[in-house]
């Protein structure tokens, strides 16, 4: 049984992960790589560069600018999300009239699939004919031109990210909420402790298994969240709403196609991740976590 | 943990032994009122735009049902590929889901159970692939398919998927088998059942809650893939979904029309298929990624 498990495992994943190790060691573009046009075929003709690559784009002032708003993009948006998403799990975590209908408005984002709804916000930001615009110039404004500036296409690109992020965060923190036995807020409250002590004492205690899960899932998601910038603004305009993981995927496949330079920046992304997540275990190992 | 409505007892933070007070109420329900509202704002002003004639998206003006049509959608369904590439869609997701589901539930199985040599490189690449970078598989993947033949085939793509899929979806099936007492499996063994067998009878039915969130994942993942979807399928046949939409709104051109309504096609079926199903969702992500 175990046997085709490895096998599948090293087809599937060990090999091509192999591979684009190798790839990014070397100099493979697309004019050095091998191909078949018709019956003539040409065999690859790139070399070993050894480190030559990261080298290259450690040292590029791209680099570090594409890692900066990568960071900051991943924390805006997962801050917005945990803060978000925890806000209205403890509003919606308590009796009250209309309870499922606001839980199931709320969690509709998330049906719907990121292609889509990055199709559906680049239409709203629209400079002409999106509604929001509409909206500023109904209220007396003028219109903004969302996706054409730097700066607002970056507060563009998270908020579509936050809208559809929070509904996974929370409903993840309302599962955490109900998981919380109701008798610890009882006997709290005979204790006479007010609900801020018992929101620092209990609930934030309660939660921190699933928060700890959630926040690192959605950091990589967030991370590597490829089909929102890619569809909204395709990274621009310039360059600057462009993160890591599309920065690597156009330098494959738009241009002189620069396989090994692309394949070093997905090693490096890669690294960026395993390092945070270990840091991560590491921390929450010292409050006692056993994840 | 799980994710039911309000038992019988009173939980979280209300306030004492009385009612909320008038006050309390009106904000926490302004505030609910409102988050709602931005949630489904867009949604709603997608379908009302689909909805509009022909050139309806030139403007902004909330027309709601009068002089709307189905024209959009017509011509969606007659006049462009997207039948095509919903067609496509289909195959490839169902594809990865059957196979992934498959895949990973086995896998998933063997790493809950078995100690082999290579045990932990396994656990360890189920883990990191969580978080590949669509960039580093990508261009291997590329070459390897064009190696082979694959590029703009569908089984190139869905084996490109369960690259993305098997990895994560083994990771949950492993922690919810975890759950599973090991008993069971050695009464199946003793009942005179192979491993496979004891695994096929007895595990899987009851594995079933974890195999629809994985099944669910591993289609998500196909149907609303970009990246592998844009670079793989090149000819106009064999897009996807996800691929297709671009042609509606590219840099010079765009038919807003056209692009509303297929969202909509493309959003409906699998905003039904999310809501059945998202309950067990994220206790499955969250029982997969903490039971380690």
């Known amino acids: 049984m175990v046997a085709p498990v490895i096998v599948v495992t090293a087809v599937l994943i060990g090999w091509p992960l192999v591979r684009g190790v190798y790839l990014s060691l070397t100099d493979a573009t697309e004019a050095t790589m091998g191909r078949t046009i018709g019956v003539n075929v040409i065999p690859s003709s790139y070399e070993f560069v050894g480190f030559g690559n990261y080298v290259d784009i450690l040292t590029s002032g791209l680099f570090w600018e594409k890692l900066i708003w990568t960071v900051g993009w991943t924390v805006a948006c997962v801050g917005l999300h945990y803060g978000l998403g925890l806000g209205l799990a403890l509003l919606l975590n308590r009796k009250m009239r209309l309870r499922s209908v606001y839980r199931l408005l709320l969690i509709l984002p998330w049906a719907v699939p990121p292609f889509v709804a990055a199709f559906i916000w680049r239409y709203l930001y629209n400079s002409d004919y999106g509604v929001i615009n509409a909206m500023l110039k109904a209220a007396g404004l003028g219109a903004v031109g969302w996706l054409d500036d730097p700066t607002t296409a970056k507060i563009a690109v998270i908020a579509v990210n936050v809208w559809v992020g929070v509904p996974f965060m929370m409903v993840a923190m309302l599962g955490g909420l109900q998981s919380i036995p109701g008798e610890l807020y009882e006997a709290a409250e005979v204790d006479g402790a007010t609900p801020w002590q018992r929101f620092r004492h209990i609930t934030v205690p309660g939660l921190r298994t699933v928060s700890s899960t959630v926040v690192l899932l959605g950091t990589i998601w967030t991370f590597n969240m490829f089909p929102l910038i890619f569809l909204i603004t395709g990274g621009g305009p310039g360059s600057s709403t462009e993160i890591l993981v599309t920065y690597a995927y156009r330098e494959a496949f738009t241009g002189i196609r620069n396989y090994s330079g692309s394949a070093a920046w997905g090693v490096i992304i890669l690294l960026l991740l395993v390092v945070l997540a270990l840091v991560y275990r590491r921390a929450l190992r010292k409050q006692g976590e056993v994840w | ?292």
């Open chain 2, 1 to 292: 943990m799980s994710t039911v409505t309000a038992g019988p007892t009173r939980r979280g933070r209300a306030r004492g032994r009385g009612e909320r007070s008038v006050g309390s109420s009106i904000l926490l329900h302004g505030t609910l009122v409102v988050a709602s509202l931005v949630a489904l704002f867009p949604i709603v002003w997608l379908i009302l735009t689909s909805l509009k004639p022909r050139d309806g998206w030139l403007s902004t003006e909330l027309t709601f049902f009068d002089n709307s049509s189905l024209g959009n959608y017509a011509r969606v369904l007659t006049e462009t590929q997207f039948p095509n590439w919903l067609l496509n869609s289909v195959i490839i997701a169902g594809l990865t889901t059957v196979i992934g589901v498959f895949l990973a539930s086995t896998t998933g199985y063997a790493v809950s159970r078995f100690r082999f040599p290579g045990y932990r490189g396994v656990m360890w690449m189920l883990l990191i692939t969580q978080m590949f970078p669509v960039a580093i598989l990508i261009v291997p993947l590329y070459n390897l398919m064009a190696g082979l033949g694959l590029l703009n085939q569908i089984p190139g793509l869905v084996i490109a998927y369960m690259t993305v899929a098997v990895p994560f979806c083994a990771w949950m099936m492993k922690g919810y088998f975890d759950s599973i007492p090991r008993e069971i499996d050695q009464a199946g063994m003793i009942d005179g059942l192979t491993p496979f067998g004891t695994f096929w009878r007895v595990i899987l039915p009851l594995a079933r809650p974890s195999i629809a969130v994985t099944a669910f994942y591993s289609f998500m993942t196909a149907w609303g893939e970009v990246a592998y979807a844009s670079v793989f399928m090149t000819g106009e046949e064999t897009r996807t979904l996800a691929a297709g939409l671009q042609q509606f709104v590219g840099q010079h051109w765009s038919d807003w029309g056209l692009l509303t309504a297929s969202a909509v096609l493309i959003a409906l079926p699998a905003a039904v298929i999310f809501l059945l199903v998202q309950r067990h969702l994220v206790a499955g992500l969250t029982a997969g990624a903490t039971k380690s």
